[in-house]
């Protein structure tokens, strides 16, 4: 079964500054898909930035970024420029290649909550 | 539009009750799930409808009963819940198929089981 470990319970982060927030996963598949995803206390669960493991271009969007490393399975999250709105807990997750069934779920780690220094 | 909707927002019952959970989207989608959130924890999947087809989460109890009346229509039929079951009930969509599948998330059900 895939695993994804987030190693970092809480991260502490002064507004403007730049936070990385680590993950690592197990699979023994060659062909999946890797996502961050931000819950903030509203609860919405809201897509950060995703990544295909076939590409190796490490995704971008606005002041998020990632580090994918596929060999070293891990999948790292950079905010640039830190906000208040950035406060949140922020998920990694794993899906599969398609199977048209179960697998296509997520698998998610425990979480790293996010907090903004003013 | 990547609106999902979720209702009712809170749901309060007893363990003899019958009650439903909905969930809605109007972006196409033809893959739908629900997950649990225990608080402070990662959500857990219990149930996927992927082209009308059911894969169940076999460690989810009976009591939990999953229907999809159309492809844009998700529902959760819950029947003699225990306390345990108090949860984040989320229910999510994707695309489906063999591609970049992004799912996307409704605000949720928060449950309550007295």
């Known amino acids: 079964a895939q695993t994804v470990t987030q190693s970092q319970p809480e991260m502490s982060v002064q507004e403007a500054e730049t936070v990385t927030l680590s993950c690592t996963y197990d699979?023994?598949?060659?062909?999946?898909?890797l996502f961050w995803y931000k819950q903030p206390p509203s609860r919405q669960m809201i897509l950060v930035i995703r990544q295909e493991a076939y590409k190796q271009q490490n995704a971008t969007e606005n002041r998020f970024s990632v580090n994918f490393q596929k060999a070293a399975k891990s999948f790292s999250l950079k905010i640039s420029d830190s906000q208040l709105g950035d406060a949140a807990m922020y998920f990694c997750?794993?899906?599969?290649?398609?199977?048209?069934?179960?697998?296509?779920?997520?698998?998610f780690g425990k979480g790293t909550h996010l907090i903004i220094q003013p | 539009d990547t609106e999902v909707t979720q209702t009712p927002k809170h749901l309060v019952m007893g363990m003899t009750n019958k009650k439903s959970l909905k969930c809605e989207q109007h972006m196409g989608h033809r893959a739908m799930y629900w997950y649990k959130q225990k608080a402070k924890k990662p959500p857990e999947l219990m149930f996927v409808?992927?082209?009308?087809?059911?894969?169940i989460n076999e460690s989810v109890p009976s009591r939990f009963s999953p229907e999809c009346p159309n492809s844009s229509l998700l529902n959760l039929h819950l029947h003699a819940l225990q306390p345990e079951d108090s949860a984040l009930y989320l229910c999510?969509?994707?695309?489906?198929?063999?591609?970049?599948?992004?799912?996307?998330f409704g605000p949720g059900t928060r449950l309550t089981v007295l």
């Open positions: 409808y992927s082209y009308e087809k059911l894969s």
């Open positions: 999510a969509s994707s695309r489906g198929g063999l591609v970049l599948d992004t799912q996307y």
């Open positions: 699979t023994s598949e060659s062909d999946y898909y």
């Open positions: 997750a794993y899906r599969g290649p398609y199977s048209g069934g179960g697998a296509d779920g997520l698998t």
